[in-house]
C-alpha cells in the first residue's frame, strides 16, 4: 500500500511557476504508474497528467501540455508536476495517486493524498 502526501501550492500571479510535489511511502512506489488531478470549485476531479513507473513515458491532458511537466524521483520515492504559465483556470486542489487502471479516470486511480491548493491570481 502507498501513502502519498502532496505539497507545494500556493499563490501565484498569472505566468508564473509552481512545482508540486507527492511524496510516497511504500516499497512498491517505484513500480507503480502514477498520476496528478485536480478539482477545481465546484467540477468534478479530473486528469492532469500520468507518468510510468520509470518516468520514460508521460501523458497529459491537452488543457496543460505545454505548460506543465510531470517527472518521478523514485530513489526519493517523489513524484512532482512543474507548472508552468500558469493560467487563472489552473486554480484548484491537485491530487496525486497511483494508476491502477488503464485509462484516465479517477476511478483507476487510487491511493490519493489530501491534496494541495493552487490559486492563480489574474
Known amino acids: 500500500q502507498v501513502q502519498l502526501v502532496e505539497s507545494g501550492g500556493g499563490l501565484v500571479q498569472a505566468g508564473g511557476s509552481l512545482r508540486l510535489s507527492c511524496a510516497a511511502s511504500?516499497?512498491?512506489?517505484?513500480?507503480?504508474?502514477m498520476g496528478w488531478f485536480r478539482q477545481r470549485s465546484g467540477k468534478e476531479r479530473e486528469f492532469v497528467a500520468r507518468?510510468?513507473?520509470?518516468?520514460?513515458?508521460?501523458y497529459y491532458a491537452d488543457s496543460v501540455k505545454g505548460r506543465f511537466i510531470i517527472s518521478r524521483d523514485n530513489a526519493k520515492n517523489t513524484v512532482y508536476l512543474q507548472m508552468n504559465s500558469l493560467k487563472p483556470e489552473d486554480t484548484a486542489v491537485y491530487y496525486c495517486?497511483?494508476?491502477?487502471?488503464?485509462?484516465?479516470?479517477?476511478?483507476?486511480?487510487?491511493?490519493w493524498g489530501q491534496g494541495t491548493q493552487v490559486i492563480v491570481s489574474s
Open positions: 507518468i510510468n513507473w520509470s518516468g520514460g513515458y508521460t
Open positions: 495517486a497511483v494508476h491502477h487502471g488503464s485509462s484516465y479516470v479517477a476511478s483507476d486511480f487510487g491511493s
Open positions: 511504500g516499497r512498491t512506489f517505484s513500480s507503480v504508474p
